[in-house]
C-alpha cells in the first residue's frame, strides 16, 4: 500500500474509533447490557406518567370543593373598587361615555333611544355609587369573579386529563387509597406484563399533594393567583404495561423495537471500534512520517495564520461532534424510520463520510500545526503572523491618533447598531419602526453624511499627494474645518513647502557648486599663468639685470599669492570637516581690539578712510582661542579696507550685550551687492564678481567657521550699498 493509501486507512480507523467512543460514552449507560424500561427514554415517560396519573385520576381538581374555599380580602374590595379610580372620577367617566351618544339621540329626537341610554348610564352609576357604599355587594362580585376561575380551570384539567387517558393508553393501573381505602383502577388487568412497579409495602407509596395554584390572568379585577388547598393523599398499588402492547402500532411498541434495534447497532459500532483502535496500535502501528503524504495540501494549510488554522481545527472538532451527535440520534430512532428506511441509511452513510473529512482535518491540522511551533523560534515566528498579532497592531496604529481610532470605532458602531435596527424594526411591530426612522434620521444619516464628506476631503488629499510624489508642488492643499483630516492637509502643505525649500536650497547648493568649481579654477589659475609667463620669460639669456629682478618681483608676489590661496583652501576644509582644534584662555577683547586697529591705522589713512572706533574702556573678557579670534577680526577689518567706498567712514564696534560679546563692522560697498547675502560666507564669494580685488574669496568662510567652533554667531546685514557684519561669542559674565 502507498503512504496516501495507508494515511487514508489510518485516518479512517482513527474517525471510527472516536466515532465508537464517543457513542459509548454518551450512550452506553442507555444500552449496554440495559432493557429498554432501564433506559432513560422509558423513565422520562414512567415519570411524567405517574405525575399526571396523581393528579387527573387518583386525586383530581374537584370545582365544587374548591369554591367552598373562595374567601375576599379588604385589600381584595378596595382593588376592586377603586381599580378605575375614585367614585367622583368613575362616575365623570360613565357620562362622559355616554354624553354624546345621548346628545345624538336628541339631535336625531329619537326618544326611546335616549331614555334607553340615559336608564343604562344610571344603572352603571347607581352600580358603582354601590361599589362604595356596601362591602358585602363587591364581595359578592369578587366570589363570582373566583367561582367563573375556578370553572374555567376545572374544564381545562378536564381536557388535559382526557389527553393523558389518550396518550398513555399502553399503561394499566390499580390503587388504593390508603385513608378511605377506595379503589382506582384502569380496568382488566394482565398477568403477562413486560413491565411492572408497585408502590407501597416495602417501597414508598404514591403521594399525591392536590393543593393547586390557579392564575386570575383572565380576570382584571383579580392580581393575585387563587390557592386551592388540597390533601396530601397516599395510594399503594401498581403501574404494569402488558406485552400485548409491544405488538400494537403504539408509541410504546415504536420507542421499545427501536430501542432493539439502536442497542444491536450500538454493539455492532463499539465492537468494531474496539477492533480499529487494535488494528492501529498493532497493525497500521502511524508514525510522524504517515502524516506528511500530502504535500500540497499541507503547504496551502501552513500558509494560513497559526490562528486561523486553530479556529480551523476547532470548528472541524466541533462539526465531528456534531455528526457523531446526529448520526448516534439517527440510530437510536432507526425504527421511526421504517416506513423509509432507505433514506435513514443514506443519511447516516452521508454523516459517516463528512465525519471521516472533519476528524480528519482536525488530526492532520493538530498535527501540522503542532509541527509548526516546536520549537521556541518557530513559535515567535508565528506569533509574529497570526492575523489576531496584526489585528492588535493595526489597532495600536489606529489608535496612534486617538481622534482618527474613536470615530473609526463610532462610525463602525454605527453602522452595526443600524443593522441590527433594520433586523429588528422589519421582525418586529410598528413602534420599533418608528424608534429606528427616527434614529436612522437623527444620527445613522447624519453619522452616513458626515463619513462621506470626510472620505471625499480624504479623496482630495490623496489625490493631491499623489501629485506631490510625482513632483507637481504647485498646488496648496485646502484646509477645511478643524478635522482630523484638515490638521493631515495642513502637515502635508508644511511638507510641501518644505520639500520646495529643500528644492531651492538643492538648486542654490548646486549653482554654489558650479560658482566654487569656476571661482576656485579662476583664483588658482591666475597666479599660476603669471608664474609660468614670467618664469618662461626668466629662460631668455638677454634679458637685463634690471628686467631679471623684475620678473622675479612678481613671480615671489604671485607665489606667495598662490601659497596663501592654497593654505586658506587648506585650512576652511579642516574648518568644515571638523578636524581642526581650538584652544580657549581668557582673552581681553578691547585689548585685541585696540592691537588690531593700531596695525592697520595706517592703512585707512592711505586709503583715504575715516575710521570711527567705538569700544568699551574697561576690560572685556571671553574664553577663545586667541589666535583664531584675530584672524575673524583681522578678515573683517580687511574686508572693509578691500570693500569699501572711497572717501567714507568705517564704522568699528565693541560692546558688552547681555551675556555676550558683540563685535561690528558697518561700511559702505564700492560694489553694488544683491541680497542673497547668505551666500558671501560660501568659499570662494566676493563682492566683487568681476575678482579684479586680491583675495581668496574665503575670508568670510573662515570667519563663519571660527565663530560656529566658539558657539558664536555671524551675521550680515545689506541696505541697498551698506554693508554690516556682526560677530557675537559667548563673554565672561
Not at 461532534?321 to 443519511?347: D, G, K, P, V, W
Not at 498535527?367 to 503572523?385: G, L
Given at each position: 500500500m502507498n503512504t496516501k493509501g495507508k494515511l487514508l486507512l489510518i485516518l479512517f480507523l482513527i474517525t471510527w474509533a472516536a466515532f465508537a467512543v464517543i457513542t459509548f460514552i454518551n450512550h452506553s449507560h442507555n444500552y449496554l447490557f440495559k432493557s429498554y424500561f432501564d433506559s432513560d427514554y422509558f423513565q422520562s415517560s414512567r415519570d411524567s406518567y405517574v405525575e399526571q396519573l396523581g393528579k387527573y385520576v387518583l386525586a383530581p381538581f374537584d370545582a365544587e370543593t374548591a369554591k367552598e374555599q373562595i374567601s375576599v380580602t379588604q385589600d381584595e374590595i378596595e382593588n376592586y373598587r377603586n381599580y378605575y379610580g375614585s367614585l367622583s372620577e368613575q362616575v365623570e367617566n360613565i357620562r362622559i361615555q355616554y354624553s354624546d351618544q345621548i346628545m345624538q339621540a336628541e339631535e336625531a329626537q329619537d326618544t326611546a333611544v335616549k331614555e334607553m341610554l340615559v336608564a343604562e348610564r344610571d344603572t352603571k352609576i347607581a352600580d358603582i355609587k354601590k361599589n362604595f357604599e356596601s362591602d358585602e355587594y363587591v364581595e359578592e362580585k369578587i366570589v363570582k369573579l373566583k367561582e367563573i376561575v375556578i370553572d374555567d380551570y376545572a374544564s381545562e384539567q378536564a381536557s388535559l386529563r382526557q389527553d393523558f387517558l389518550n396518550e398513555y393508553t399502553y399503561f394499566n393501573y390499580r390503587f388504593v387509597d390508603v385513608e378511605t381505602g377506595r379503589v382506582l383502577d384502569s380496568g382488566s388487568q394482565e398477568n403477562n406484563n413486560l413491565y411492572k412497579e408497585n408502590f407501597g409495602d416495602e417501597v414508598p407509596s404514591l403521594t399525591v399533594n392536590s393543593t393547586v395554584y390557579i392564575d386570575s390572568y383572565n380576570s382584571d379585577y383579580l392580581n393575585e393567583s387563587l390557592r386551592i388547598d388540597g390533601k396530601v393523599e397516599k395510594f399503594e398499588g401498581s403501574i404494569t404495561i402488558p406485552k400485548s402492547m409491544v405488538k400494537n402500532d403504539s408509541n410504546l411498541a415504536l420507542e421499545y423495537q427501536s430501542f432493539k434495534m439502536a442497542q444491536i447497532i450500538f454493539s455492532i459500532v463499539w465492537i468494531t471500534g474496539i477492533l480499529a483502535i487494535v488494528g492501529l496500535f498493532t497493525v497500521v502501528k502511524p508514525s510522524r512520517e504517515h502524516f506528511?503524504?500530502?504535500?500540497?495540501?499541507?503547504?496551502?494549510?501552513?500558509?494560513?495564520?497559526?490562528?486561523?488554522?486553530?479556529?480551523?481545527?476547532?470548528?472541524?472538532?466541533?462539526?465531528?461532534?456534531?455528526?457523531?451527535?446526529?448520526?448516534?440520534?439517527?440510530?437510536?430512532?432507526?425504527?421511526?424510520?421504517?416506513?423509509?428506511?432507505?433514506?435513514?441509511?443514506?443519511?447516516?452513510?452521508?454523516?459517516?463520510?463528512?465525519?471521516?473529512?472533519?476528524?480528519?482535518?482536525?488530526?492532520?491540522?493538530?498535527?501540522?500545526?503542532?509541527?509548526?511551533?516546536?520549537?521556541?523560534?518557530?513559535?515567535?515566528?508565528?506569533?509574529?503572523?497570526?492575523m489576531l498579532y496584526r489585528l492588535s497592531d493595526g489597532m495600536q496604529d489606529l489608535f496612534l491618533n486617538r481622534s482618527i481610532g474613536m470615530q473609526a470605532i463610532g462610525v463602525l458602531g454605527i453602522a452595526f447598531l443600524a443593522g441590527i435596527g433594520f433586523i429588528g424594526a422589519g421582525f418586529g411591530g410598528e413602534e420599533l419602526v418608528i424608534i429606528y426612522i427616527l434614529l436612522f434620521f437623527f444620527i445613522a444619516l447624519p453619522a452616513f453624511f458626515v463619513f462621506l464628506r470626510h472620505m471625499g476631503y480624504l479623496n482630495r488629499i490623496m489625490k493631491q499627494t499623489q501629485e506631490m510624489a510625482a513632483g507637481r508642488l504647485t498646488s496648496e492643499i485646502k484646509v477645511k474645518g478643524k478635522s482630523i483630516f484638515s490638521k493631515h492637509a495642513a502637515n502635508l502643505n508644511a511638507l510641501r513647502e518644505g520639500v520646495r525649500t529643500s528644492m531651492s536650497e538643492q538648486a542654490k547648493s548646486e549653482r554654489l557648486k558650479t560658482e566654487l568649481i569656476t571661482n576656485v579654477s579662476h583664483d588658482l589659475r591666475t597666479p599660476l599663468t603669471s608664474i609660468i609667463t614670467y618664469t618662461d620669460l626668466l629662460k631668455n639669456p638677454n634679458l637685463s639685470d634690471e628686467e631679471r629682478k623684475q620678473y622675479i618681483d612678481v613671480l615671489d608676489k604671485k607665489s606667495a599669492r598662490l601659497k596663501t590661496l592654497i593654505e586658506d583652501l587648506f585650512e576652511v576644509s579642516k574648518m568644515a570637516s571638523g578636524n581642526i582644534e581650538i584652544t580657549k584662555q581668557r582673552l581681553d577683547l578691547t585689548q585685541l581690539m585696540k592691537q588690531l586697529i593700531g596695525e592697520h591705522e595706517e592703512d585707512f589713512v592711505k586709503a583715504n578712510f575715516e575710521l570711527r572706533v567705538s569700544m568699551p574702556e574697561s576690560p572685556l573678557f571671553a574664553y577663545v582661542d586667541g589666535q583664531k579670534i584675530w584672524r575673524v577680526i583681522d578678515n573683517l577689518i580687511v574686508n572693509a579696507l578691500k570693500y569699501s567706498l572711497e572717501g567714507t567712514r568705517i564704522y568699528i564696534t565693541l560692546k558688552h550685550t547681555g551675556t555676550v560679546a558683540e563685535f561690528t563692522v558697518k561700511n559702505v560697498s564700492k560694489y553694488e551687492l544683491n541680497d542673497n547675502v547668505e551666500e558671501l560666507t560660501e568659499r570662494f564669494k566676493r563682492a566683487d564678481a568681476s575678482r579684479h580685488t586680491d583675495g581668496s574669496g574665503l575670508g568670510l568662510a573662515i570667519a563663519q567657521s571660527i565663530v560656529d567652533l566658539h558657539n558664536g554667531r555671524l551675521t550680515i546685514d545689506v541696505d541697498g550699498d551698506l554693508f554690516k557684519v556682526t560677530v557675537s561669542i559667548p563673554s565672561e559674565y
Open positions: 506528511e503524504g500530502l504535500d500540497k495540501l499541507q503547504k496551502a494549510f501552513l500558509r494560513m495564520p497559526i490562528d486561523v488554522r486553530i479556529v480551523i481545527v476547532i470548528l472541524a472538532a466541533l462539526v465531528s461532534l456534531a455528526l457523531i451527535s446526529s448520526t448516534s440520534n439517527t440510530i437510536a430512532n432507526l425504527f421511526y424510520y421504517r416506513q423509509n428506511i432507505l433514506m435513514a441509511i443514506i443519511e447516516v452513510i452521508t454523516n459517516i463520510f463528512f465525519m471521516y473529512i472533519a476528524i480528519s482535518s482536525v488530526i492532520l491540522g493538530f498535527i501540522w500545526t503542532w509541527n509548526s511551533i516546536n520549537s521556541e523560534e518557530k513559535v515567535k515566528q508565528q506569533i509574529k503572523q497570526a
